[in-house]
């Protein structure tokens, strides 16, 4: 994080969420029950994960620096391992969530989120959690928010069938690396690579995800 400026992260933070809602009013009802790139969830479902995930940044603050987080980190375990086990929790979560229209969960996803971001100054040098001997705190966590904000954005819009890159994405990719030290460094790119194919990579996207054919064929679907 010392590459980057808290007024950076903050501002790249705050797009996030914007682009997240600019996307989110150009989806039909139709559009969401389309795929997307994360393979398991529609793009209801993803709406619904965003909500959850905003929500579970304010428990992790609340009861840092012994969140369940920080807990599950403090183990230090290898990050393949971590990512299944954050993806059981991403599951359970969402399947517990109250059904409700994808407008909803993107409305109660920002204002948890413009919550969380007004928190963020006062608390910015406190440790948040540990991970093998890094401290990372409360910043740095801002900035793995802010990148997954940016990445769910990238998310939204390729499920529209358009693309999506944040305005500064070295920016993103270097708050994500301090955010974000079980998946640092990652075999997926050299620095001398697009940034922001880069951090697709690494965030187990592939940046290629072309949907356009087969949302034609939903779309067909839909209205026969």
């Known amino acids: 994080m010392s590459r980057v400026s808290r007024a950076g992260v903050l501002a790249a933070y705050r797009d996030g969420i914007t682009v997240?809602?600019?996307?989110?009013?150009?989806?039909?009802?139709?559009?969401?029950?389309?795929?997307?790139?994360?393979a398991e969830w529609r793009a209801v479902d993803l709406a619904g994960h965003l909500r959850c995930?905003?929500?579970?940044?304010?428990?992790y603050l609340d009861d840092a620096p012994a969140s369940r987080l920080a807990r599950l980190m403090a183990a230090n375990a290898p990050a393949d391992?971590?990512?299944?086990?954050?993806?059981?929790?991403?599951?359970?979560?969402?399947?517990?969530?109250?059904?409700?229209?994808?407008?909803?969960?993107?409305?109660?996803?920002?204002?948890?989120?413009?919550?969380y971001g007004r928190r963020l100054p006062q608390s910015w040098n406190l440790i948040h959690h540990s991970y093998r001997a890094t401290d990372?705190?409360?910043?740095?966590?801002?900035?793995?928010?802010?990148?997954?904000w940016h990445l769910?954005?990238?998310?939204?819009?390729?499920?529209?069938?358009?693309?999506?890159?944040?305005?500064?994405?070295?920016?993103?990719?270097?708050?994500?690396?301090?955010?974000?030290?079980q998946l640092w460094p990652e075999p997926a790119g050299r620095d001398s690579d697009d940034p922001w194919h880069y951090l697709l990579t690494a965030s187990r996207r592939d940046p290629g995800w072309p949907r356009v054919l087969e949302w034609c064929a939903f779309e067909l679907n839909v209205i026969t």
């Open 20 to 38: 997240i809602c600019e996307l989110a009013a150009q989806f039909s009802d139709a559009h969401w029950l389309a795929a997307t790139p994360c």
């Open 53 to 59: 995930v905003a929500d579970d940044y304010h428990e």
């Open 81 to 115: 391992s971590l990512v299944r086990k954050l993806a059981r929790q991403n599951a359970a979560e969402l399947a517990a969530l109250p059904d409700a229209p994808g407008p909803e969960h993107i409305m109660a996803f920002a204002e948890s989120a413009r919550s």
């Open 136 to 148: 990372v705190t409360v910043g740095a966590m801002a900035g793995a928010a802010c990148a997954e």
């Open 152 to 181: 769910h954005a990238w998310d939204l819009a390729r499920s529209l069938g358009k693309d999506y890159r944040p305005a500064d994405p070295g920016l993103v990719l270097a708050a994500w690396r301090g955010g974000m030290p």
